[in-house]
């Protein structure tokens, strides 16, 4: 009988095949990476070597990367825009009943913040009552007791009212918060007395994104320095 053999796949990882042809340079990073800091220009020229050695095996991995990704990611992008054109006609029905439904819904809320308003009142209106004829009644004066217990239960009815009416909602609507600044000139002038480091973080992003600085720009300079790469 033939022996049957039998071979198994396994392909190199990229990655590993990208390092390959650099796995000298690595390990040469590695041996200077250990707290080192270049001191002679025999020892600059080297890490400029190494530095650039280290560049292109990024490129490789990169390549690699990109070689690897590239079908799964362009099935991705079919596959939405596959779906897009349905689900943006669906947000745009929904986008159009919402706002075919909102005025109406702001109108019954208000009608409903307004009838709890009014159950509010009636409660704490017959819980005061009921107060006042609990204290004044004599325990010996059946009638007032009776008087008393009738107000109790006015306002135990109106506290059930009152809870209906808090639950009383309408669905589907949602609160939405937000602030305005309504004078920057006060709000810069408390921050800068209150959070100096906030208001600096937020000039400092600002004139880092400016192409240029304006000459009528106060309190700025801009400097320049050669650093290694």
């Known amino acids: ?3 049957i053999t039998r ?8 990655i590993d095949e990208a390092l390959a042809p650099f796995s000298d340079a690595i390990d040469e990073a590695q ?10 220009e025999g020892q600059m020229k080297a890490v400029d070597t190494l530095i650039k050695s280290i560049k292109s095996a990024k490129k490789a991995v990169e ?10 990611y362009d099935q991705w992008k079919a596959e939405k825009a596959r779906f897009k054109p349905t689900l943006d006609d669906l ?3 929904v986008k159009g009943l919402v706002s075919a439904v909102d005025a109406f819904k702001r109108k019954l809320a208000a009608e409903k913040a307004e009838a709890e308003r009014k159950a509010r009142e009636e409660a704490d209106k017959a819980r005061r009552s009921a107060e006042e004829a609990a204290r004044a009644a004599s325990a010996t ?3 007032a007791q009776r008087a008393a217990a009738q107000k109790q239960k006015e306002a135990d009815e109106a506290h059930r009212a009152l809870s209906a009416a808090s639950k009383d909602t309408v669905k589907g609507m949602r609160t939405y918060t937000w602030r305005e600044i309504t004078d920057g000139t006060a709000l810069a002038r408390w921050l800068w007395l209150n959070d100096k480091p906030a208001l600096l973080a937020f000039m400092d992003a600002y004139v880092s994104k400016l192409p240029c600085i304006p000459s009528d720009m106060p309190g700025v300079v801009e400097k320049s320095e050669k650093r290694a790469v």
């Open 1 to 3: 009988m033939n022996e």
């Open 7 to 14: 071979i198994h796949n396994n392909p190199p990882d990229p």
């Open 31 to 40: 041996n200077w990476l250990d707290g080192t800091v270049v001191e002679t």
């Open 63 to 72: 390549a690699a990367e990109e070689s690897a990704a590239k079908p799964i």
């Open 91 to 93: 947000d745009m029905q």
């Open 141 to 143: 004066d059946i009638e």
